[in-house]
């Protein structure tokens, strides 16, 4: 399985930036799959993730609110959009994907996600 990020960039306080990611490979249809960030000197963080079994949706507390994930299943591909941004958002996003289907949130837990696409930066100026 193969996870290919894409959207990041710069944009000022208030602004929004789009991120996908697309999955290939040999995918379960019952998978979970989510975005990650990481800021610097900080540890990686859960922002947001869907299941494929309900289309059920997970947010953490700095992404209510602003940040809306969706995916699109024929295309194995998930989004986020993210609205008026803060210049805290900023981190590398990673997008990850895991077969291991427990529920919400835990299958989002970022130690049960099986596989990690490369990040994508995104900057948040003040």
């Known amino acids: 399985v193969q996870l290919q990020a894409s959207g990041g960039g710069l944009v000022q306080a208030g602004g929004s930036l789009r991120l996908s990611c697309k999955a290939s490979?040999?995918?379960?249809?019952?998978?979970?799959m989510g975005w990650y960030r990481q800021a610097p000197g900080k540890e990686r963080e859960g922002v947001a993730c869907?299941?494929?079994?309900?289309?059920?949706?997970y947010y953490a507390d700095s992404a209510k609110g602003r940040f809306t994930i969706s995916r699109d299943s024929a295309k194995n591909t998930v989004h986020l959009q993210m609205d008026r941004l803060k210049p805290e958002d900023t981190g590398v996003y990673y997008c990850?994907?895991?077969?291991?289907?427990?529920?919400?949130?835990?299958?989002?837990?970022?130690?049960?996600?099986?596989?990690w696409g490369k990040g994508t930066q995104v900057t948040v100026s003040s």
């Open positions: 990850a994907l895991t077969e291991r289907v427990l529920g919400l949130p835990i299958s989002c837990l970022t130690y049960n996600m099986d596989y």
């Open positions: 869907i299941s494929t079994t309900d289309d059920r949706s």
């Open positions: 490979g040999s995918i379960s249809s019952s998978n979970v």
